[in-house]
């Protein structure tokens, strides 16, 4: 069973960065998944952060972290989200995705990690 563990996940100023990590287990699966990030806010439904297509060459963003946070993928078996000028209002629980195309909506994925709390202070 492939696994997803995200990391990188804490307590930031707004204006401050964070980035997130989620490594694979298995460096064959990634190398055929894109992947994605999404978020969930305390009594929201679970939205789009940014995705990445298998080869990293194709991203996507919602329209609300674009210019500020930036997805990236090794060779190996990690996707990053570097996360800029943070806003109280990025606090969630960050989840990463894995699914054959990079899509924004989460019924795309197959496989999710376990997500990492992210939280911005005013």
């Known amino acids: 069973q492939v696994q997803l563990v995200e990391s990188g996940g804490g307590l930031v100023q707004a204006g401050g960065s964070l980035r997130l990590s989620c490594a694979a287990s298995?460096?064959?699966?990634?190398?055929?998944?894109?992947m994605g990030w999404f978020r969930q806010a305390p009594g929201k439904e679970r939205e789009f952060v940014a995705a990445i297509s298998r080869s990293g060459g194709t991203t996507y963003y919602s329209d609300s972290v674009k210019g500020r946070f930036t997805i990236s993928r090794d060779n190996a078996n990690t996707v990053y989200l570097q996360m800029n000028s943070l806003k109280p209002e990025d606090t969630a629980v960050y989840y990463c995705?894995?699914?054959?195309?990079?899509?924004?909506?989460?019924?795309?994925?197959?496989?999710w990690g376990q997500g990492t709390q992210v939280t911005v202070s005013s």
């Open positions: 995705g894995a699914g054959r195309i990079a899509l924004r909506s989460e019924t795309s994925y197959d496989y």
């Open positions: 298995e460096r064959t699966f990634f190398s055929n998944y894109a």
